[in-house]
């Protein structure tokens, strides 16, 4: 039997070896999806060849590729650019891709990570739609524990959308001031008249569907994204782009810890707790920082945020997370993206 063993991290941080972390907001650089998951990409057929015994190979990829697409709904995905999408996207397309490799049998580890609530539902549910196109699929993994939040669109007890999300008055400092935010990448629109204050002491869950807008909207207050000159953002109480406001000042005092950077750089989440939880940092952000990291150790990363953030009580912070395992003790505010 013709076996794949898959780990879509692995495959994850191998597609995107050698890039950078803000690589996703400039523009149409690196390949496209509907290249990545062609028959000559998948099977790495040279494009100067001529013939071959490969009619087999089509004909199976032929016979799946629909299937395949649409139970992972990639259509949406396959005009842009692969380094564009989200932590999320990416696997669903690399899983796409494993599967048009058409194995018999393909066992899938650590199915789960950077998959929103609503997507780790479907995927428990794609094995038996896969088995009709004749590979065996096998997740390998644990469910996040906690419960699955509902990424629909309208308001629960516990998940509150608040998009846009009005300014809240207070007495304390604001940290990140986000004010008439629009933004849009070809139809696909993230924010329309998009407002947020976040303020000294506030610990806040950010949610959202794989592809609303998360990691784009942390890369707005770090400036990894070009894009956080063009709009009305303050950080600190200094307007980014004004005269005078050095982006590399605001930084220092920003601590990032990122399953991105894992993936991309190679940091593991303690060198960047490492370099996140220092006395200078007085904005804490979290993207999925426990994605793909074992429970134990992920309980123990969280124990730690959650011990700093006690000692640093003025510090504000904003964790991007589809698990409550994930969150640590404290985080109060709720901010949840509906899907793009």
Known sequence: MDDEDYSIFEEQRAAVEGGWTAMRYHGDEGDRVDGILSFKSIFEINPFEVGGAHAAERRRYNARKAAVIDSLDVKPLLHRPFASLSNGEMRRVLLAKALLKCPERLVVRDPFGGLDPAWRERMLGLSAVIRKTGTELVLEGTMPKGRVFSCAKSASADDVILHPVPHRAGKSKAVVEMRNVNLSFGKRVLFKDFRWTVSEGERWVLRGPN??????????????SPLSYAFDIAVFGKRRGKAGVALADQRRHIGVVSAEREAMLGASIKSQLDAALVRTTRLLLLDEP????????????????????????????????????????????????PQA
């Open 211 to 224: 592809g609303s807008g998360k990691t784009t909207l942390l890369a707005l207050i770090t400036g990894d």
């Open 290 to 337: 426990c994605c793909d990291v074992p429970a134990d150790q992920a309980r123990l990363a969280m124990k730690r945020v959650a011990r700093w953030l006690d000692v640093h009580p003025k510090a504000a912070a904003v964790c991007v997370a589809h698990s409550k395992a994930h969150v640590p003790p404290g985080f109060n505010h709720q901010l949840t993206l």
